[in-house]
């Protein structure tokens, strides 16, 4: 058989919470207290349990999936792609069997490895070698296995140093790590990745992305979602676009992240509380936007003008110190382009106790961006702990300017960074 996995007419449908806003008196809120037991367990049983009557247009009732439908053959590499909320993760739950599909069916053949979020499976308590036995086995490795590869496994995450601490001391980026390197090492016939590598550096990221070449050059299966598409394009030999929990479009790489990124460049980005966020939530950012030097939030800058980024947030806990703040930006493929980051200011983002709300300004002048669209990211971080962590956060576009006061262009294809120059011609 050269089918790995087969999708068949895949949906997902879950019951969520409807705010309730009539008004009580003392009497119905005595007797509620009474039910309230009774009613709670109705309701949790309702959240996976749904009648033939009950209506899909319901505001109780969404479709995370609906008719998904496609094959993957062995030795492919395919890309899952699209927007924040449009099902992808949802979709890889089901085929890593962590949750079950409310509708239709998945034909899997072969051995599944997962890594789907930070720290699955991980013990906090447990030390880097007891979780590296612990997620292990969990992911279907037998003992003399794990021995073996035990050296192999520590020396690709790079954590050897603290192997023997305890994991709830580890950062996220070290938890990434030691979970990607036992999910790689388990030498699976399937390998499905979700976006969590986003939160690696760049030097891991490389490593995990020539790990994947590796896995997919031995003719094993790679089930991969990314917002990176510049990754897509160099793995995946085909991909899947979903939208709003259905299959917008299947084909070749190439021209299905054509259609994406059409697309995403004309989408405006959902608000701060709907997207996926990583972090200890002490600092939590609220809202973020770009202005122009006259104070007003724009989406739309020149070449040459002055920009700023701005991060509203609010601070829970008032024993946050030494509070450090990134906008990472990337090109619309997600291409890394620079961090602007608060360590880089000579006067620092702030002096003794944060603030418990404000706004956090980032300004540039001259922007020496080409025409394009360009997203960023949002990144707190405080005494190496990650504080709050959204990824495509806020964007905006770029239009020709005068970049050089000359009336002089860089053409796109050439580069989407302008550098002041002076050009002199000497004879020699």
């Known amino acids: 058989m050269t089918v790995a996995v087969r999708v068949h007419d895949l949906g997902k449908r879950y019951r969520i919470g409807v705010r309730d806003h009539r008004y009580k008196t003392l009497r119905d809120s005595i007797a ?23 209506d899909d247009q319901a505001d109780d009732v969404i479709w995370a999936l609906r008719e998904i439908n496609f094959e993957v053959e062995r030795g492919e590499v395919v890309g899952i792609i699209g927007a924040n909320g449009a099902g992808k993760s949802t979709l890889l739950k089901i085929l890593s069997r962590i949750t079950e599909p409310t509708t239709g069916f998945v034909e899997i053949y072969g051995r599944v490895s997962s890594l789907l979020e930070v720290g699955t499976g991980f013990h906090p308590e447990l030390t880097g070698r007891e979780n590296v036995y612990l997620n292990g086995t969990v992911l279907g490795m037998r003992k003399n296995e794990i021995v073996r590869k035990f050296d192999e496994i520590v020396d690709f995450s790079g954590v050897e140093k603290f192997i023997d601490t305890p994991v709830k001391r580890y950062s996220i980026g070290m938890q990434v790590r030691l979970a990607f390197a036992v999910a790689a090492h388990l030498e699976p016939e399937i390998l499905i990745i979700d976006e969590v590598l986003a939160v690696g550096d760049a030097a891991f990221k490389r490593k995990c992305f020539g790990k994947m070449e590796k896995v997919a050059r031995e003719g094993r299966t790679v089930l991969f979602v990314s917002h ?13 676009l979903l939208e709003n929990g259905r299959v917008a479009e299947i084909g070749p790489t190439e021209k299905v992240t054509r259609s994406y990124l059409s697309a995403v460049e004309e989408h405006e980005p959902p608000s701060l509380q709907q997207l996926n966020r990583t972090g200890n939530g002490r600092v939590r950012f609220l809202d973020t936007w770009v202005e122009n030097e006259r104070d007003e939030r724009v989406v739309l800058v020149r070449s040459g003008d ?3 980024i701005v991060a509203e947030y609010e601070a829970l806990d008032s024993s946050v110190r030494d509070l450090t703040v990134t906008f990472a930006v990337s090109d619309v493929e997600g291409t890394p382009l620079t961090d602007l ?35 960023f990211n949002i990144i707190a971080r405080s005494g190496g702990a990650t504080e709050d962590w959204i990824i495509n956060a806020g964007k905006f576009r770029v239009e020709e300017g005068d970049f050089f006061g000359t009336g002089g262009t860089v053409d796109t294809n050439q580069g989407m960074v302008l550098l002041n120059q002076e050009w002199t011609l000497q004879e020699s």
Do not use: E, W
Request: aromatic share 8%; net charge positive.
């Open 228 to 240: 990176q598409m510049s990754a897509v394009s160099n793995l995946c030999d085909r991909c899947v």
């Open 32 to 54: 509620d207290a009474v039910v309230a037991p009774f009613r709670n367990l109705k309701r949790l049983r309702s959240l996976t349990h749904f009648k033939n009557g009950d």
């Open 306 to 308: 002055d920009l700023k």
């Open 341 to 375: 980051s608060s360590t880089c200011s000579k006067k620092g983002l702030y002096d003794g106790r944060l603030p418990a709300k404000g706004r956090i300004v980032c300004y540039l002048p001259r922007l020496p961006l080409n025409i394009g669209t360009y997203f």
